[in-house]
C-alpha cells in the first residue's frame, strides 16, 4: 500500500504518508481508539458542520430525522465526498488533514448502501469475490465460510441479484463490505429501503455481527428502535450540527434529548439473566440497581443483554400497590421533570439504583402526586422489550 | 445481376474502411464521452455541439471544410507534409480521418446514454471496495454498458458503410484506394448498368435492415431482461 501510494503521491504526500503509517503503529501499541471527525461542508441548501470524538469500538449510531446529515456526515467519513475543510483520524490513521485526502479507494472501510448496491453484472458470489479480490491483505481477513455462515447467505450464492428478495440482497451487500476486511464498518440505514418484515429479517444478523465480529461500526439511522438495539454510543445529528453525543444509554434517559421521539422515547439498560422460572414461563433479569421479569424469551442463565423501557410503559405511584397485574414494580427516586405544557404531558426521570428509567405522565398526575425531585416513588412497568 | 471484380474491390474496401474507422472511434470517443458523460464543465456544452455537428450538416460541407484543412495550404495538411506523410485528401487514409469526424456522434452518443444510465452509485460502491479508478473502468463500466458499447459499434460500422457526399468530395473515385460501395453504385447508375447498380444496391440494403434489426433486437432483449429483473 505504501509503495503504490509512493508513485502516485507527490514527495509531500509520501512523507505524510510514512508518518501516518508510524503513528498507526504507535497508535496500536498505545491502543488510543477513537475516531476524530471534523467537517464543515456547504452546499446549496445544507451545511454540514461537526467536531466529533467517537469511541474507535462498538457500533455508533449517528441518528437523526432525514435530511440531518447522517448520510453527508458517513459519506465524508468514506472518502465519497471531500467537504471544504476537515480532520479525519480514524484509531491513528490519518485519512484526512489539511490538503491531505485519502481517496475512497484507498481508505480500509467497509460501505453498506441504504439500497441494492451489488454489481448487477455479477452473481452474488461474484459480488463477495470483488471485494475478496481486493481486500486490504495487511487485515486478518475473515473467513469467507465465516462471513456466508453468518450472514446466512450459502444457498444463494451462485444467483444473480434480481433473483434475490431485498432482504437477500441487503444481507449479501453486508457479507461483500466485512470481505473487504474493514478497519472501519459504515452502514448507512441498511434497513430503510426494506419492509417491516424483511428488517426483522436482517437485525438479528447485524446483531450477532456486532457481537462477533470486533469491527467498529457507525450505523446511520432514523429508527429508534435499530439504534435502541444495536448502538452502544450516540451522535445525535439536527440539521448538519451533532447537538447529542454520548453514551447510548446516558443519551436516552436525558430529559433534553434535543430530537423528539414522541410515542418512542425510553431508555435502554444492559442486563444479565439471573433466574429463569420454569413455572410460569418467566424470566428474572439484573440491571445496575434492581431487576426486570420478563415473559421467557429463551436465553440462557448468565447472558448479557439490553432491554428497551419505553416512557408511555411506566405509570408512577406513591405507594406500592399489592393487588396489580404488573409484574415490575420498582422502587426509585425521583429526578428531573421535564413539563410539555401544549401536550399536558410530563417526563420524568426515575433513579433506581445506578440506572435512570424515562416515565410520561400527564401534568394533572404530577400535580395530584405532588411530584417533586428526590420523592421516593414506585414505577409500575407495563411492558419491557428485550432487544436481543 | 451478379457482382464484377471492381464491385468486390469496392466491398472489400468499404468494409476496411469501416473496420478502421470503427475501431480508432471506440478509443477516441470513450474518453470523450465519458467526459460528456461526467464533467460540469462549461466546455460540455459546446463540445457536445460539436460532436453533433455531423448529424445537421450536410456532408457536402464538412468534406469542402476538410478538403481545405487537409489540403497542402491547410494547417493539417501542413502539419502531414511536414511530417513527411504527404497529404490526406484523395487517399485511404484522408477517408479514414474524414470518415472518423462524420461517425463521430454515431459512436459518442450511445456510449454518452448508457455512461449517463449508469450513475454514480456503481463507481461509490467499487470505490468503497477498494478499486481504483482504472479498475473501476474495466470491472464496472464496462461490462455495465456493454450495450452501449455494442450499439456504438453497430451504428458507427454501418453508418462509415453508408456514407457518400464526404468520399466524394475528400475521397475522390480511385479504386482500391478511395472506391467505396456507394461511390460504385453511383457510377453503375451513371454508366446506365441499371442490372450492376441493383446488385449493389440490394446487398446494401439488406446490410442496413440486418444491422437496424440487430441493434432493435439486442436492445428490446434488454429492456425485457431488466423488467423482468425488477424483483
Given at each position: 500500500?505504501?509503495?503504490?501510494?509512493?508513485?502516485?503521491?507527490?514527495?509531500?504526500?509520501?512523507?505524510?504518508?510514512?508518518?501516518?503509517?508510524?503513528?498507526?503503529?504507535?497508535?496500536?501499541?498505545?491502543?488510543?481508539?477513537?475516531?476524530?471527525?471534523?467537517?464543515?461542508?456547504?452546499?446549496?441548501?445544507?451545511?454540514?458542520?461537526?467536531?466529533?470524538?467517537?469511541p474507535?469500538?462498538?457500533?455508533?449510531?449517528?441518528?437523526?430525522?432525514?435530511?440531518?446529515?447522517k448520510?453527508?456526515?458517513?459519506?465524508?467519513?468514506?472518502?465519497l465526498?471531500k467537504?471544504?475543510?476537515?480532520?479525519?483520524?480514524?484509531?491513528?490513521?490519518?485519512?484526512q488533514?489539511?490538503?491531505?485526502?485519502?481517496?475512497?479507494?484507498?481508505?480500509?472501510?467497509?460501505?453498506?448502501?441504504?439500497?441494492?448496491?451489488?454489481?448487477?453484472?455479477?452473481?452474488?458470489?461474484?459480488?463477495?469475490?470483488?471485494?475478496?479480490q481486493?481486500?486490504?491483505?495487511?487485515?486478518?481477513?475473515?473467513?469467507?465460510?465465516?462471513?456466508?455462515?453468518?450472514?446466512?447467505?450459502?444457498?444463494?450464492?451462485d444467483?444473480?441479484?434480481?433473483?434475490?428478495?431485498?432482504?437477500?440482497?441487503?444481507?449479501?451487500?453486508?457479507?461483500?463490505?466485512?470481505?473487504?476486511?474493514?478497519r472501519?464498518?459504515?452502514?448507512?440505514?441498511?434497513?430503510?429501503?426494506?419492509?417491516?418484515?424483511?428488517?426483522?429479517?436482517?437485525?438479528?444478523?447485524?446483531?450477532?455481527?456486532?457481537?462477533?465480529?470486533?469491527?467498529?461500526?457507525?450505523?446511520?439511522?432514523?429508527?429508534?428502535?435499530?439504534?435502541?438495539?444495536?448502538?452502544?454510543?450516540?451522535?445525535?445529528?439536527?440539521?448538519?450540527?451533532?447537538?447529542?453525543?454520548?453514551?447510548?444509554?446516558?443519551?436516552?434517559?436525558?430529559?433534553?434529548?434535543?430530537?423528539?421521539?414522541?410515542?418512542e422515547?425510553?431508555?435502554?439498560?444492559?442486563?444479565?439473566v439471573?433466574?429463569?422460572?420454569?413455572?410460569?414461563?418467566?424470566?428474572?433479569?439484573?440491571?445496575?440497581?434492581?431487576h426486570?421479569?420478563?415473559r421467557?424469551?429463551?436465553?440462557?442463565?448468565?447472558?448479557?443483554?439490553?432491554?428497551?423501557?419505553?416512557?408511555?410503559?411506566?405509570?408512577?405511584?406513591?405507594?406500592?400497590?399489592?393487588?396489580?397485574?404488573?409484574?415490575?414494580?420498582?422502587?426509585?427516586?425521583?429526578?428531573?421533570?421535564?413539563?410539555?405544557?401544549?401536550?399536558?404531558?410530563?417526563?420524568?426521570?426515575?433513579?433506581?439504583?445506578?440506572?435512570?428509567?424515562?416515565?410520561?405522565?400527564?401534568?394533572r398526575?404530577?400535580?395530584?402526586?405532588?411530584?417533586?425531585?428526590?420523592?421516593?416513588?414506585?414505577?409500575?412497568?407495563?411492558?419491557?422489550?428485550?432487544?436481543? | 445481376?451478379?457482382?464484377?471484380?471492381?464491385?468486390?474491390?469496392?466491398?472489400?474496401?468499404?468494409?476496411?474502411?469501416?473496420?478502421?474507422?470503427?475501431?480508432?472511434?471506440?478509443?477516441?470517443?470513450?474518453?470523450?464521452?465519458?467526459?460528456?458523460?461526467?464533467?460540469?464543465?462549461?466546455?460540455?456544452?459546446?463540445?457536445?455541439?460539436?460532436?453533433?455537428?455531423?448529424?445537421?450538416?450536410?456532408?457536402?460541407?464538412?468534406?469542402?471544410?476538410?478538403?481545405?484543412?487537409m489540403?497542402?495550404?491547410?494547417?493539417?495538411?501542413?502539419?502531414?507534409?511536414?511530417?513527411?506523410?504527404?497529404?490526406?485528401?484523395?487517399?485511404?487514409?484522408?477517408?479514414?480521418?474524414?470518415?472518423?469526424?462524420y461517425?463521430?456522434?454515431?459512436?459518442?452518443?450511445?456510449?454518452?446514454?448508457?455512461?449517463?444510465?449508469?450513475?454514480?452509485?456503481?463507481?461509490?460502491?467499487?470505490?468503497?471496495?477498494?478499486?481504483?479508478?482504472?479498475?473501476?473502468?474495466?470491472?464496472?463500466?464496462?461490462?455495465?454498458?456493454?450495450?452501449?458499447?455494442l450499439t456504438?459499434?453497430?451504428?458507427?460500422?454501418?453508418?462509415?458503410?453508408?456514407?457518400?457526399?464526404?468520399v466524394?468530395?475528400?475521397?475522390?473515385?480511385?479504386?482500391?484506394?478511395?472506391?467505396?460501395?456507394?461511390?460504385?453504385?453511383?457510377?453503375?447508375?451513371?454508366?446506365?448498368?441499371?442490372?450492376?447498380?441493383?446488385?449493389?444496391?440490394?446487398?446494401?440494403?439488406?446490410?442496413?435492415?440486418?444491422?437496424?434489426?440487430?441493434?432493435?433486437?439486442?436492445?428490446?432483449?434488454?429492456?425485457?431482461?431488466?423488467?423482468?429483473?425488477?424483483?
Amino acid at each position: 500500500m505504501v509503495t503504490t501510494a509512493g508513485q502516485q503521491l507527490p514527495a509531500w504526500g509520501v512523507a505524510l504518508e510514512q508518518r501516518v503509517q508510524s503513528w498507526a503503529g504507535a497508535a496500536s501499541v498505545n491502543s488510543s481508539k477513537s475516531i476524530k471527525a471534523c467537517f464543515q461542508l456547504r452546499q446549496a441548501d445544507f451545511e454540514l458542520d461537526v467536531d466529533l470524538q467517537l469511541p474507535g469500538r462498538g457500533v455508533t449510531a449517528i441518528f437523526g430525522h432525514s435530511g440531518s446529515g447522517k448520510t453527508t456526515l458517513l459519506r465524508c467519513i468514506a472518502g465519497l465526498q471531500k467537504p471544504r475543510q476537515g480532520a479525519l483520524e480514524v484509531n491513528g490513521d490519518t485519512w484526512q488533514a489539511g490538503n491531505y485526502w485519502l481517496p475512497a479507494h484507498r481508505r480500509p472501510l467497509g460501505y453498506v448502501f441504504q439500497e441494492a448496491s451489488l454489481f448487477p453484472h455479477l452473481t452474488a458470489m461474484g459480488n463477495l469475490q470483488y471485494a475478496r479480490q481486493r481486500a486490504d491483505q495487511s487485515m486478518p481477513v475473515v473467513a469467507f465460510d465465516h462471513v456466508v455462515e453468518l450472514l446466512g447467505i450459502g444457498a444463494l450464492l451462485d444467483r444473480p441479484p434480481d433473483r434475490l428478495s431485498g432482504g437477500e440482497r441487503q444481507r449479501v451487500a453486508i457479507a461483500r463490505a466485512l470481505l473487504i476486511a474493514p478497519r472501519l464498518l459504515l452502514m448507512d440505514e441498511p434497513l430503510a429501503s426494506l419492509d417491516m418484515n424483511r428488517r426483522r429479517e436482517i437485525l438479528p444478523y447485524l446483531e450477532q455481527l456486532k457481537s462477533e465480529l470486533d469491527i467498529p461500526m457507525l450505523y446511520v439511522s432514523h429508527s429508534p428502535d435499530e439504534v435502541a438495539r444495536l448502538a452502544d454510543h450516540l451522535v445525535a445529528l439536527d440539521r448538519g450540527r451533532a447537538v447529542a453525543v454520548g453514551p447510548l444509554e446516558e443519551a436516552l434517559a436525558r430529559l433534553d434529548f434535543p430530537i423528539r421521539l414522541g410515542e418512542e422515547t425510553g431508555v435502554v439498560l444492559s442486563a444479565r439473566v439471573v433466574e429463569r422460572d420454569p413455572q410460569w414461563k418467566l424470566t428474572r433479569m439484573e440491571f445496575a440497581g434492581g431487576h426486570l421479569w420478563t415473559r421467557d424469551s429463551g436465553h440462557r442463565l448468565g447472558e448479557a443483554l439490553r432491554v428497551r423501557v419505553l416512557a408511555r410503559d411506566i405509570s408512577l405511584a406513591t405507594r406500592h400497590h399489592q393487588d396489580s397485574s404488573i409484574l415490575n414494580i420498582l422502587q426509585g427516586r425521583v429526578g428531573e421533570i421535564a413539563t410539555d405544557e401544549a401536550h399536558g404531558v410530563a417526563m420524568v426521570q426515575i433513579h433506581i439504583g445506578e440506572s435512570v428509567l424515562v416515565a410520561r405522565v400527564t401534568l394533572r398526575s404530577v400535580d395530584h402526586l405532588q411530584l417533586a425531585r428526590g420523592d421516593n416513588i414506585w414505577a409500575q412497568i407495563k411492558s419491557v422489550a428485550v432487544l436481543s | 445481376m451478379g457482382l464484377s471484380g471492381d464491385d468486390i474491390t469496392a466491398i472489400w474496401l468499404t468494409l476496411k474502411l469501416a473496420s478502421v474507422v470503427t475501431l480508432l472511434l471506440l478509443l477516441l470517443a470513450t474518453p470523450l464521452a465519458w467526459w460528456l458523460a461526467r464533467s460540469r464543465s462549461w466546455w460540455k456544452g459546446p463540445i457536445s455541439a460539436v460532436v453533433a455537428l455531423p448529424l445537421v450538416l450536410p456532408p457536402t460541407v464538412l468534406g469542402f471544410y476538410l478538403l481545405l484543412a487537409m489540403g497542402p495550404e491547410g494547417p493539417v495538411g501542413k502539419l502531414t507534409l511536414a511530417l513527411g506523410l504527404g497529404t490526406l485528401p484523395f487517399t485511404f487514409w484522408g477517408l479514414v480521418v474524414a470518415s472518423m469526424l462524420y461517425s463521430l456522434p454515431f459512436v459518442v452518443q450511445p456510449l454518452q446514454n448508457a455512461m449517463e444510465a449508469l450513475g454514480e452509485r456503481p463507481l461509490e460502491v467499487a470505490a468503497t471496495l477498494r478499486a481504483g479508478p482504472l479498475d473501476r473502468f474495466l470491472t464496472v463500466v464496462l461490462p455495465l454498458t456493454r450495450s452501449g458499447f455494442l450499439t456504438a459499434t453497430i451504428l458507427g460500422f454501418a453508418h462509415t458503410v453508408g456514407e457518400f457526399g464526404v468520399v466524394l468530395m475528400i475521397g475522390g473515385n480511385i479504386p482500391g484506394a478511395t472506391r467505396v460501395i456507394s461511390v460504385q453504385l453511383y457510377d453503375h447508375v451513371e454508366a446506365l448498368e441499371y442490372g450492376q447498380a441493383h446488385g449493389l444496391a440490394a446487398a446494401m440494403l439488406l446490410f442496413s435492415f440486418l444491422v437496424l434489426m440487430m441493434v432493435y433486437g439486442y436492445h428490446r432483449r434488454a429492456a425485457v431482461a431488466r423488467l423482468g429483473g425488477g424483483a
